[in-house]
């Protein structure tokens, strides 16, 4: 440091990250054909996901009620004192979509994982 002269202040937010490599990942930046075919793999990769999870949680979560609809003898089953629509509806319901989250989240990291393997493969 000078004298007279403040140093110059540097925020740490965390280690310092490594630079991408270069070839695949400039044609995906500079908007290639290239590059748009990648990005475009993984988009779909990540909606096939989602559209999956979202027909999990539909076909489960979703037709609850069109049981009880098609079945009104389900609304007169107690259990632990509880109707059994509010306790499948109000309380079974949070650990099934929390479950459904956590596979979302794993399978779309392990997605963006294995894009990022291939783009480090093509680049060799």
Do not use: C, K
């Not at 490594?18 to 054909?33: E, K, L, M, Q």
């Not at 290239?34 to 993984?42: E, P």
């Not at 007169?76 to 509880?82: C, F, P, S, T, Y």
């Not at 109000?90 to 956590?102: E, I, R, T």
């Amino acid at each position: 440091m000078t004298e007279g002269v403040p140093s110059e202040r540097v925020r740490v937010t965390g280690p310092p990250r490594r630079r991408p490599p270069a070839g695949r990942t400039s044609d995906i930046d500079a908007g290639t054909r290239l590059g748009g075919v990648y990005m475009r793999s993984l988009l779909r990769e990540q909606l096939r996901l989602a559209l999956g999870v979202l027909t999990v949680m539909a076909l489960s979560i979703g037709l609850l009620p069109l049981a009880f609809y098609l079945a009104p003898g389900l609304s007169d089953v107690r259990l632990l004192g509880m109707p059994l629509g509010w306790l499948l509806l109000g309380v079974a319901v949070y650990p099934a979509l929390v479950s459904l989250g956590w596979v979302y989240v794993r399978r779309a990291e392990r997605n963006e994982r294995d894009f990022a393997e291939l783009l480090s493969e093509v680049d060799r």
